[in-house]
């Protein structure tokens, strides 16, 4: 709002808008609710808007993997495919509000937030539980500058795979708890006469 503000005093000083009406930008549906298995948002709706250019995370990122494991879902089974189709749509959700306020942002803003949610959005959408196979398709069709190549790339690899692993993680704890518990109750009986 603050752009048009400044416009329409741009243009009553100069009187260069005759006949020009101003609007607030309108944010397409397809920002407020992306569909599932598109990958149009990340151009109509942030690209456009942020201006973040090829390497940018909207279209260096986001879109191109949108495209690549777009492509892969027909090579994974059937939880491998419905996984592709939650996390496109989730990443894609984790954006929306970036798209659809009123105030900009940078795109280092947008790079952030983004990265941010990409473990949640791996686990929430099953990558856990997914077979080998599909785990390999997925490696196979990351970059690896892109899954280490930045703190940001690293750090949510690392916390989508600890994610994966805290269930083993904590019933070895509860498992390891438990033969500890039982030694002492040994060594214990052992001291009595």
Same mark, same amino acid.
């Given at each position: ?39 149009? &948002? ?18 260096? &990122?986001?879109?191109? +993997? ?108 509860? +498992? ?9 109750? &040994? ?7």
């Amino acid at each position: 709002m603050k752009t048009i503000a400044s416009l329409s005093l741009v243009c009553l000083a100069t009187q260069a808008c005759a006949g020009v009406t101003l609007v607030p930008r309108q944010i397409a549906n397809i920002c407020r609710s992306p569909p599932a298995n598109s990958c149009d &948002f990340y151009q109509t709706c942030i690209e456009d808007r942020y201006q973040c250019g090829p390497k940018g995370y909207p279209l260096g &990122f986001g879109e191109r +993997y949108c495209k690549k494991f777009g492509a892969a879902g027909p090579q994974m089974s059937a939880a491998g495919q419905e996984w592709v189709t939650k996390t496109m749509l989730c990443l894609q959700k984790a954006l929306v509000p970036i798209a659809s306020q009123a105030s900009p942002t940078t795109c280092e803003d947008i790079r952030q937030v983004a990265y941010a949610s990409h473990p949640g959005c791996y686990v929430q959408s099953g990558y856990c539980t997914l077979s080998l196979s599909d785990k390999n398709i997925i490696s196979k069709n990351v970059d690896r500058s892109d899954s280490i190549g930045s703190a940001e790339a690293r750090k949510a690899t690392f916390d989508t795979l600890a994610a994966c692993s805290k269930p083993y993680l904590d019933s070895s704890w509860q +498992y390891s708890e438990i033969i500890r518990q039982r030694i002492w109750k &040994f060594i214990g009986d052992l001291k009595r006469p």
